[in-house]
């Protein structure tokens, strides 16, 4: 069965700290793993997408790793700031539509000052 | 950055009523889809829309839901008689087109229905 599973589920850091979250997947077959913000009460922001055969892409502080061998993914936020307080979702697109979007269920991020 | 338009952002109404959810799409958009996410769940796909009819849809999209372009800038999200169940968030999306891994999904921010 295709799913996503991410971690921790919660995460509080002090504002200026890094902090890394985990996405473990099994779907297959696999087409790109994107990294999403989502604000309470928002919609979802992309923040990067990765194909097979990208290991790392960055956009800002934001940096996601991919290793495609071990369907492994991370997300790293670098000096944090109190507005990347949100969930982030690791979503893995399985073939060419976007009805094979699957979604893991977010790790909850607090940056405290 | 363009955006997808949601309304009404909240919406409540009593089980067994109509409702109908509003999206405006980006414009050069031709792919548009509907998603929705219980509180505390992960996001699950509904439909997806291109051409003018259904492409795709998920086990969850029964005969309860309609989707429709009546125009050339709205997409809406028909369900005919609520149940409580369907209290959840519904997304709208769009995508310019299907071509190549990087292209961006844009979500719209949500309309909260709420069923009494």
């Known amino acids: 069965k295709n799913q996503v599973e991410q971690s921790p589920q919660s995460l509080i850091i002090l504002e200026g700290k890094n902090c890394t979250l985990q996405?473990?997947?099994?779907?297959?077959?696999?087409?790109?793993l994107r990294w999403y913000k989502q604000d309470t009460g928002r919609g979802p922001v992309s923040l990067t997408i990765?194909?097979?055969?990208?290991n790392t892409k960055s956009n800002g502080r934001y940096t996601a790793t991919l290793d495609a061998d071990t369907k492994q993914s991370s997300l790293h936020i670098t000096a944090s700031q109190l507005s990347d307080s949100a969930s982030y979702i690791c979503?893995?697109?399985?073939?060419?539509?976007?009805?094979?979007?699957?979604f893991g269920a977010g790790t909850r991020l607090a940056v405290h000052p | 950055e363009p955006e997808v338009t949601q309304t009404p952002s909240h919406q409540v109404t009593q089980m067994g009523q109509e409702v109908i959810l509003r999206c405006v799409p980006i414009?050069?958009?031709?792919?548009f889809y509907w998603y929705r996410q219980i509180l505390g769940q992960k996001v699950e796909f509904l439909v997806s829309?291109?051409?003018?009819?259904?492409?795709?849809k998920s086990e969850i999209f029964d005969d309860q839901f309609s989707v429709e372009r009546p125009d050339g800038s709205n997409f809406t999200l028909k369900i005919r008689s609520t149940k409580l169940e369907d209290s959840a968030m519904y997304f709208c999306?769009?995508?310019?087109?299907?071509?190549?891994?990087?292209?961006?999904?844009?979500f719209g921010s949500g309309t909260q229905l709420s069923v009494l």
């Open positions: 829309f291109y051409n003018n009819e259904i492409s795709e």
């Open positions: 990765m194909t097979f055969s990208e």
């Open positions: 996405c473990n997947y099994t779907v297959s077959p696999f087409s790109n």
């Open positions: 979503v893995v697109s399985s073939g060419g539509g976007y009805n094979k979007l699957i």
């Open positions: 414009s050069n958009h031709l792919y």
């Open positions: 999306a769009s995508i310019e087109r299907l071509m190549g891994p990087d292209e961006k999904l844009f």
